[in-house]
């Protein structure tokens, strides 16, 4: 800003006088004066200055002629500008503080938002982690509802009192049930699954167990009582897996393949007696029963 142009804004004819060309004029005219000042300049020029002193008094008809208004004007501005130069630098000063105080308000306000941003940006995450393990929690929750309802029909399945499962693995049929022949003293009373000593027998069906013990020309033999009353007898056993009273389902180890008793050679002799009375053939049985061919089942 120059002193012309804060001269002129504090005193509006200076303004005026510059309008009309006589601003540059007085400039030219006040250096001179001020470079070769008489005493009677001197004189004239406080008048003026005195007058241009009261600048909200200002009038024409108080000065001489307008070239001695503008000096008087220019030179009072100059004077202002000397006289105010500290406020002036006071307030810059302020307004520089001001502005940096703002500035920090600015910055700390930008600081906030950011914080506050992140904070909001943090909180979202943190919901949508909440969310991600909740639905994981959720899905595990089902994976192992599902897993448990499986796991109970499985058990259902197994302990079912009507499902079947053929005793041994790994077999063939050596003799069929009435089959007449040396080794026993009436016809053949079981059906022969020949196998390997150690194999395993299980259950046909589900049952308790009523009969676990030595039984001559049985050997060891083990005899399961079904819930429709059949009793199944399984003979020549090597080894007892199950002791009278236990609760058996199909599939379950009663005993492994021996040849106990009265046999030539280690094979499951099987048995099926209807309400616990008299042998009939297995063959038929297991078919109407079980849905088990005997000859393909194992
Ligand atoms: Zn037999």
């Known amino acids: 800003m120059s002193q012309h142009r804060a001269a002129g804004d504090r005193v509006t ?3 005026a006088a510059r309008k009309t060309g006589a601003g540059r004029h007085s400039a030219k005219h006040r250096v001179a004066r001020r470079s070769t000042p008489s005493s009677t300049q001197i004189v004239g020029l406080t008048a003026a200055l005195a007058a241009a002193a009261g600048a909200v008094g200002f009038s024409h008809s108080s000065l001489a002629s307008p070239t001695q208004a503008n000096s008087a004007v220019n030179l009072a501005a100059a004077s202002l500008d000397n006289g105010s130069l500290s406020g002036i630098t006071t307030a810059r000063i302020q307004a520089r503080q001001l502005a940096t105080r703002d500035s920090s308000r600015v910055q700390l306000a930008d600081t906030t938002k950011k914080q506050s941003a992140a904070n909001k940006l943090a909180q979202a995450r943190q919901i949508k982690l909440d969310a991600s393990r909740a639905l994981t929690a959720k ?4 994976l192992a509802l599902a897993k448990a309802k499986q796991e109970a029909a499985d058990k259902l399945a197994r302990e079912s009192a009507t499902r079947c499962e053929i005793m041994v ?4 049929i050596t003799a069929t049930f009435g089959q007449g022949g040396s080794r026993w003293a009436h016809n053949h009373t079981g059906l022969d699954f020949a196998a390997p000593i150690g194999t395993r027998i299980g259950a046909v069906m589900k049952g ?6 030595w039984a001559g020309p049985y050997g060891r033999q083990v005899q399961v009582r079904h819930e429709d009353g059949t009793v199944t007898w399984y003979n020549h056993m ?6 009278v009273g236990e609760t058996v389902y199909a599939g379950d180890e009663v005993g492994r393949v021996g040849m106990t008793g009265n046999t030539t050679g280690p094979h499951l002799h099987f048995e099926v007696h209807p309400d616990g009375g008299a042998a009939i053939d297995p063959d038929p049985w297991l078919r109407n029963h079980c849905g088990l061919n005997p000859y393909t089942a194992g």
């Open 13 to 15: 004819p200076g303004n």
């Open 139 to 142: 899905r595990a929750t089902a």
């Open 169 to 172: 693995t790994g077999y063939h």
């Open 208 to 213: 308790v167990v009523i009969f676990a013990d």
């Open 238 to 243: 090597s080894k007892f897996s199950v002791e």
